[in-house]
């Protein structure tokens, strides 16, 4: 009860930091100066095209088991509205794992899980409100996506040149499951791949509440973004 109480104090208190430095400054100054612009949604990064020889992947052999390695990530990224005024947050965490299964040219399996205590913005209050309250991280500590339909590319994928393909899967967010289709960017590189993606949810469907303190409020719409770095297991 004393932890619970503290807890609520701390976003309280929060709340009332950054809407009095709003007030101050103004909403536009806060979002423009002192929150500052949000990271971009994610993307591949396509390397240079591999001379003859050095890759150690082969576009053409990619049939097997593949795992997420480091330099992952998963988040969210919402609008909260500001006296008016939108102000984009995005959480982050680097804790992600998961394993993806590879037939010919075609994704057959991949189970992915996030750490959702572990995202963090730039607001401390703000993170303790979605661990504790909106995502209760205590009963339901990770976030899952496991795909349910394959994804198939066109033709065999060329090191460094970027692929965009469609994949459905069930997301499963607070305990709760929504089925979900993301469109996927994704590419070969000399020694790894990389897929990334943003997934548009209503956080309602998975039983969260959007936080309104009146002067600052979440918008009910969101995205789960992530970029994966793949590897052959």
């Keep these: 009860m004393q932890k619970r109480t503290i807890i609520i104090v701390s976003i309280i208190a929060g709340a009332v930091l950054l809407g009095g430095t709003a007030a101050i400054a103004g909403p536009i100054v806060y979002r423009d100066l002192i929150v500052g612009e949000a990271e971009s949604a994610p993307t591949v990064t396509a390397a240079p095209s591999a001379t003859a020889g050095s890759a150690s992947i082969d576009p053409a052999e990619l049939s097997g088991p593949w795992v997420v390695t480091d330099g992952s990530y998963a988040g969210y990224r919402v609008d909260e509205v500001l006296n008016g005024t939108d102000v984009t947050v995005v959480g982050r965490t680097e804790e992600v794992t998961g394993s993806l299964e590879v037939e010919d040219l075609t994704l057959t ?125």
């Design 109 to 233: 399996a991949a189970d992915l899980t996030v750490d959702v205590a572990s995202i963090a913005t730039d607001q401390e209050p703000r993170d303790a409100y979605f661990r504790d309250t909106a995502l209760r991280t205590s009963q339901f500590p990770e976030a899952t996506f496991t795909l349910t339909e394959p994804v198939s590319a066109a033709a065999t994928p060329v090191i460094g040149e970027v692929q965009t393909l469609t994949a459905t899967g069930e997301l499963t967010i607070a305990g709760v499951t929504r089925s979900v289709t993301v469109e996927l960017q994704a590419v070969l590189n000399e020694d790894s791949g990389q897929v990334a993606g943003s997934i548009p949810i209503t956080f309602a469907d998975f039983g969260v509440e959007a936080p309104n303190l009146g002067f600052v409020s979440v918008e009910p719409d969101g995205f789960v973004e992530f970029s994966l770095v793949i590897a052959p297991a």
